[in-house]
């Protein structure tokens, strides 16, 4: 179950770009808290409360309570943030309300774990991983924060995908159409796979130019 953490947040009485270019020059980020069919809700926060909350990965699958000044708390996860093109700051951030029971869907990061004990690793194998995060569908008050994969019995030529990780009861995976790949371990390629493709462009077969004018002379005539 993911930790509740408080976001202290100071209450924004305008909406609109004026309001929010002024909500920046007092160092802060404008952001909103919607949904749960209530009015939205606008706020600012201190951009390193964001900071912190992306560096630890879990920024968006951490159900935060948002204390607004001289108001309500309210509980609510992270949608979206929008960052400024050049200097990559945060420049607004969404939030939308949500209950213990509220189904959601997260993005939750995968932690491989025992790589060091991983037998396709051990045997010279190259580790490809596919997907970093797995979207999960779950109640807002079992939201896992990461997803730990072991690689302890994954050999060289192994294809592990998302019905192969463990996920927490209540957790289910958000794609039920297929099942995507989330690793793999790859033999390392020879030298002489390496030759062997450079021998097959060697080889290729080019037109000449009288090939080229006689196929153009064709079209033409259809």
Request: hydrophobic letters at 40%; aromatic letters at 4%.
């Amino acid at each position: 179950m993911s930790e509740l953490n408080t976001i202290p947040a100071k209450k924004r009485d305008r909406a609109g770009k004026g309001a929010a270019r002024a909500t920046r020059r007092e160092g802060l980020v404008p952001g909103v808290v919607y949904g749960d069919s209530k009015e939205p809700e606008m706020i600012a926060i201190d951009p390193r409360i964001i900071w912190k909350g992306l560096e630890s990965g879990h920024f968006f699958s951490t159900v935060y309570t948002i204390d607004v000044e001289g108001g309500k708390k309210e509980k609510a996860l992270a949608r979206d943030i929008q960052f400024h093109p050049v200097t990559d700051a945060p420049e607004h951030v969404d939030f939308v309300r949500v209950s213990a029971k509220s189904k959601v869907h997260v993005n939750v990061p995968v932690v491989l774990i025992n790589e060091d004990n991983c037998p396709g690793i051990k045997e010279g194998g190259v580790l490809s991983v596919v997907r970093h995060e797995l979207e999960l569908i779950c109640s807002a008050g079992d939201i896992p924060q990461e997803l730990e994969l072991d690689l302890a019995k994954v050999n060289l030529g192994d294809t592990v995908r998302i019905s192969a990780v463990d996920l927490p009861k209540g957790v289910e995976s958000a794609i039920t159409d297929r099942d995507p790949v989330v690793l793999n371990i790859e033999a390392p390629r020879t030298e002489a796979d390496i030759e062997g493709g450079e021998g097959e462009e060697e080889t290729a077969e080019v037109p000449t130019v009288a090939e080229t004018e006689a196929a153009a002379a064709e079209a033409s005539e259809e």
